[in-house]
């Protein structure tokens, strides 16, 4: 597929690496968020259903994957940075729509409850406000195994935990990536395990109250992390949310097997192109 690359400014002196797949026949825009010790490679599987559709932005936060390269500064970056550069990302691309993943939907809420006038519509996938016993135990361990540098065990754990429901041979290209990451990435993520773990949970998730675009959680069926009825807790707060679980498939959905990945686009089309419907009819009338 092709892309248009660019290195754009955002949030003071930051610079991200983007990623930009046109689409001839659309005028909607979506950006993808990526969770904790992901790049935009992550996003492989989803392109293939999002591409078809829409014109598409990947990017890589400032200390990690190709953006690294281009930010001198080694400042620790919170998850309300990482909403403004979001924000600024947005406006860049003129994206009317955005999907994030696992971790990535704390700065995609955060970022969605300032009513960014050009968002439309949002998927949060793998994710919920409950930090669960077993999210705990994974967090508490990362934080172990990220002060120590242990790359060995960083990767040992995320394959046993939220991904042990990959295939053998996405959980070697995973085992890879996440153990041969930068100094400055494992202490960035070690930086976001202990700013969540600090959090009221009720300081950073209010502000779904305040998002008044329509939202879609996805969540997988056997995720024990972010389980589909843990995320049913922002019901009460995301008053135009939908929830629809991804049946035999854990934390990474369309990474996981085909059926995954069919089930995952099927929702994503549904709920993304339920704006163009309403669009359309309302411009007949």
Same mark, same amino acid.
């Given at each position: 597929?092709?892309?248009?690359?660019?290195?754009?400014?955002?949030?003071?002196?930051?610079?991200?690496?983007?990623?930009?797949?046109?689409?001839?026949?659309?005028?909607?825009?979506?950006?993808?968020?990526?969770?904790?010790?992901?790049?935009?490679?992550?996003?492989?599987?989803?392109?293939?259903?999002?591409?078809?559709?829409?014109?598409?932005?990947?990017?890589?936060?400032?200390?990690?994957?190709? %953006?690294?390269?281009?930010? +001198?500064?080694?400042?620790?970056? #919170?998850?309300? =940075?990482?909403? @403004?550069?979001? !924000?600024?990302?947005?406006?860049?691309?003129?994206?009317?729509?955005?999907?994030?993943?696992?971790?990535?939907?704390?700065?995609?809420?955060?970022?969605?409850?300032?009513?960014?006038?050009?968002?439309?519509?949002?998927?949060?996938?793998?994710?919920?406000?409950?930090?669960?016993?077993?999210?705990?135990?994974?967090?508490?361990?990362?934080?172990?195994?990220?002060?120590?540098?242990?790359?060995?065990?960083?990767?040992?754990?995320?394959?046993?935990?939220?991904?042990?429901?990959?295939?053998?041979?996405?959980?070697?290209?995973?085992?890879?990536?996440?153990?041969?990451?930068?100094?400055?990435?494992?202490?960035?993520?070690?930086?976001?395990?202990?700013?969540?773990? %600090?959090?009221?949970?009720? +300081?950073?998730?209010?502000?779904? #109250?305040?998002? =008044?675009?329509? @939202?879609?959680? !996805?969540?997988?069926?056997?995720?024990?992390?972010?389980?589909?009825?843990?995320?049913?807790?922002?019901?009460?707060?995301?008053?135009?949310?939908?929830?629809?679980?991804?049946?035999?498939?854990?934390?990474?959905?369309?990474?996981?097997?085909?059926?995954?990945?069919?089930?995952?686009?099927?929702?994503?089309?549904?709920?993304?192109?339920?704006?163009?419907?309403?669009?359309?009819?309302?411009?007949?009338?």
């Amino acid at each position: 597929m092709y892309a248009e690359k660019a290195v754009v400014r955002v949030h003071g002196d930051l610079k991200v690496q983007t990623r930009f797949y046109p689409h001839p026949h659309s005028s909607s825009t979506i950006i993808l968020v990526n969770g904790s010790l992901a790049t935009s490679a992550a996003f492989a599987q989803a392109l293939r259903f999002l591409c078809p559709l829409f014109n598409v932005v990947l990017f890589d936060q400032p200390y990690s994957g190709a %953006s690294r390269v281009h930010n +001198r500064s080694q400042a620790m970056l #919170g998850k309300e =940075d990482e909403a @403004l550069i979001l !924000l600024d990302l947005i406006e860049h691309f003129r994206a009317d729509q955005v999907m994030s993943f696992s971790w990535g939907g704390v700065s995609t809420l955060l970022a969605l409850a300032q009513r960014p006038a050009r968002i439309r519509r949002a998927v949060i996938s793998s994710f919920s406000p409950v930090l669960n016993a077993p999210m705990m135990d994974y967090l508490k361990r990362g934080q172990e195994y990220m002060a120590a540098c242990d790359r060995h065990q960083i990767a040992t754990l995320v394959n046993e935990t939220i991904g042990k429901h990959l295939s053998p041979l996405f959980k070697r290209c995973n085992f890879r990536h996440v153990s041969t990451l930068e100094v400055h990435e494992y202490a960035q993520m070690l930086h976001h395990i202990r700013q969540v773990l %600090s959090l009221d949970t009720d +300081r950073y998730m209010q502000c779904v #109250g305040n998002v =008044d675009v329509p @939202l879609l959680f !996805l969540n997988g069926e056997l995720d024990e992390y972010t389980t589909p009825t843990d995320a049913l807790y922002f019901a009460d707060l995301a008053k135009r949310s939908e929830y629809v679980t991804i049946r035999n498939t854990g934390h990474f959905l369309e990474m996981e097997h085909q059926t995954a990945w069919e089930d995952v686009r099927q929702a994503v089309e549904r709920f993304l192109l339920a704006a163009d419907r309403v669009t359309g009819l309302r411009k007949a009338s």
